[in-house]
């Protein structure tokens, strides 16, 4: 919810839904998928624990993972 975008015509404006979102955790599943491949192979089960768990805040995200947004799970 609430995230900033470019409006049309200019400037930003708040959008919500899953085609704002979407990207947003694509782009989590990413960074976790780099940090699981460091240790060696990792299943999808093993990603999905990872962004979940990150999504549920049971471990802090830093600034360079979220810069200024949130990953909440509903």
């Known amino acids: 919810m609430d995230i900033v975008s470019a409006a ?3 400037g930003l404006s708040l ?3 899953t085609s ?3 990207p947003h ?3 989590l599943a990413a960074v976790e998928a780099q940090k699981l491949a460091q240790g060696g ?10 962004v979940l ?7 802090a995200l ?7 947004g ?4 509903a």
């Open 41 to 50: 192979a990792f299943t999808a089960a093993d990603l999905r624990v990872a």
């Open 70 to 73: 949130k990953i909440m799970h």
């Open 25 to 27: 955790v694509a782009g």
């Open 53 to 59: 768990a990150k999504a549920l805040g049971i471990s």
């Open 15 to 17: 959008k919500s839904g």
């Open 8 to 10: 049309l015509g200019g």
């Open 62 to 68: 830093s600034r360079l993972d979220v810069g200024r």
């Open 20 to 22: 704002m979102a979407t």
